[in-house]
């Protein structure tokens, strides 16, 4: 079994930053893509960012310039750097991650974590 834990939610001011990191436990072979997404009340899930197994990130047009993914392939961890924050970011952010485990290595399937809530103040 893959668990996904997230850390770093939280209250801030806008133009204030967080940093969220997402780390993945449990029978794990290989994990590829690594990203985040997130919901707001009254809206669908939208994705962030997202990091490829290579190492090469995308981030939404509306957090580009201010928000940044990154991965410790070691530590199975995803961290997302959020800068410039705006009231428009509050929601609950879950990061995800395509994860082969021991017992299936030959196939990648979805993990979540259980979401985070950031709440930026104007």
């Not at 997402?22 to 794990?28: F, H, L, S």
């Not at 072979?29 to 809206?43: C, E, L, S, T, V």
């Not at 961290?79 to 299936?104: F, G, K, R």
Request: glycine letters at 10%.
């Amino acid at each position: 079994q893959v668990q996904l834990v997230e850390s770093g939610g939280g209250l801030v001011q806008a133009g204030g930053s967080l940093r969220l990191s997402c780390v993945a436990t449990g029978n794990i072979f290989r994990i590829k893509d690594m990203g985040w997404y997130r919901q707001a009340p009254g809206n669908e899930r939208e994705q962030v960012a997202i990091v490829t197994s290579r190492g090469m990130a995308d981030v939404a047009d509306s957090v580009k310039g201010r928000f940044t993914i990154f991965r410790d392939v070691a530590r199975n961890t995803v961290y997302l750097q959020m800068n410039s924050l705006e009231p428009q970011d509050t929601a609950v952010y879950y990061c995800y991650m395509m994860v082969s485990t021991q017992i299936s290595m030959n196939y990648e399937y979805p993990y979540w974590g259980q979401g985070t809530q950031v709440t930026v103040s104007s």
